[in-house]
């Protein structure tokens, strides 16, 4: 069983940073796409960040020029470093990978949109 667990959340006053991070864990065989996605009150949950199992990134418009992934492959760990935060930033933030597992008798399975719970981003003066 996987399981992807946000964390680095919280507060923060218009123009701060924080960084959130989610760790995989579970019977992941190889970890491919990973992703940020966040859902402000009464929006759609929304596309940030997608990066790739090499570290490739493409961006949200967003987010460009503020907002900067990466991960550690070792740790299977993905961060999300958010400077000059605004308000409208606000809101749940969901990491989401896309990985494969080692099934019975060693057979790999691709498993695809796997999501974490989320962690909580306000911007508020």
């Known amino acids: 069983q996987v399981q992807l667990v946000e964390s680095g959340g919280g507060l923060v006053q218009p123009g701060g940073s924080l960084r959130p991070s989610c760790a995989a864990s579970g019977t992941i065989f190889n970890l491919n796409d990973m992703g940020w996605y966040r859902q402000a009150p009464g929006k759609q949950r929304e596309w940030v960040v997608t990066i790739s199992n090499k570290g490739v990134s493409s961006y949200a418009d967003s987010g460009k020029g503020r907002f900067t992934a990466s991960r550690d492959n070792i740790r299977k760990t993905v961060y999300l470093q958010m400077n000059n935060q605004k308000s409208e930033d606000t809101g749940v933030y969901y990491c989401?990978?896309?990985?494969?597992?080692?099934?019975?008798?060693?057979?790999?399975?691709?498993?695809?949109?796997?999501w974490g719970q989320g962690t909580q981003d306000t911007v508020s003066s």
């Open positions: 989401k990978a896309d990985l494969t597992i080692l099934g019975p008798r060693g057979k790999i399975i691709a498993q695809k949109d796997n």
